[in-house]
T-cell receptor, first 110, second 113 residues
Framework: GQQVQQSPASLVLQEGENAELQCNFS?????MQWFYQRPGGSLVSLFYNPSGTKQSGRLTSTTVIKERRSSLHISSSQTTDSGTYLC????????????FGTGTSLLVDP | EAAVTQSPRNKVTVTGGNVTLSCRQT?????MYWYRQDTGHGLRLIHY???????QIGDVPDGYKATRTTQEDFFLLLELASPSQTSLYFC????????????FGHGTKLSVL
């Protein structure tokens, strides 16, 4: 079936360092989304990015459909960036369902 | 930002018990989803709906029923709860399915003893 692979599974940074999180998918897709999950559990939408590059503050998402990958770049990391980052893809023709990766756990030390 | 409210936040029940998880969204979104999240599996889709009275089966529907009573309200029912259904449950909504950003509730932690 359709698979979404995220890497790395976990990452530890010193505050101020940059991070590059990867998401690779096994089939062609219609769209890609990135989410942030707070340590307490709730999920926040970061990007809806079916292709190309989008930026929001210190976060940049790049999706390259032909290469079946999407990345999330975090610049100048802060301790408040700690948490889990999830990517999700929509591969279906009807555009109704997302398949999630298992996430990257990020810890930013002060 | 879209508001999705889940209740209860925490629930403990016994094997064989009945549980209803509630979800309300206040942004008139068409699509609503129920996911469960388990370590090692990520988020998995249980059921979803694209409007009042509509119900679609997700990837892991066994043991779950769902009902969309209104545009705003989506319920997940566990009629004979089992320990394997111990999980963190999330409700989400969007206006145009996966072709638009999903907005999630805060989650319901369910423990089946």
């Amino acid at each position: 079936g359709q698979q979404v692979q995220q890497s790395p599974a976990s990452l530890v940074l010193q505050e101020g360092e940059n991070a590059e999180l990867q998401c690779n998918f096994s089939t062609s897709l219609n769209s890609m989304q990135w989410f942030y999950q707070r340590p307490g559990g709730s999920l926040v939408s970061l990007f809806y990015n079916p292709s190309g590059t989008k930026q929001s503050g210190r976060l940049t998402s790049t999706t390259v459909i032909k290469e079946r990958r999407s990345s999330l770049h975090i610049s100048s990391s802060q301790t408040t960036d700690s948490g889990t980052y999830l990517c999700a893809m929509d591969w279906g023709n009807m555009g109704y369902k997302l398949t999630f990766g298992t996430g990257t756990s990020l810890l930013v030390d002060p | 930002e879209a508001a999705v409210t889940q209740s209860p936040r925490n629930k403990v029940t016994v094997t064989g018990g009945n549980v209803t998880l509630s979800c309300r969204q206040t942004n008139s979104h068409n699509y609503m989803y129920w996911y469960r999240q388990d370590t090692g599996h990520g988020l998995r889709l249980i059921h979803y709906s694209y409007g009042a009275g509509n119900l679609q089966i997700g990837d892991v529907p066994d043991g779950y029923k769902a009902t969309r009573t209104t545009q705003e309200d989506f319920f997940l029912l566990l009629e004979l709860a089992s320990p394997s259904q111990t999980s963190l449950y999330f409700c989400a909504s969007s206006d145009r399915g996966a072709n638009e950003r999903l907005f999630f509730g805060h989650g319901t932690k369910l423990s089946v003893l």
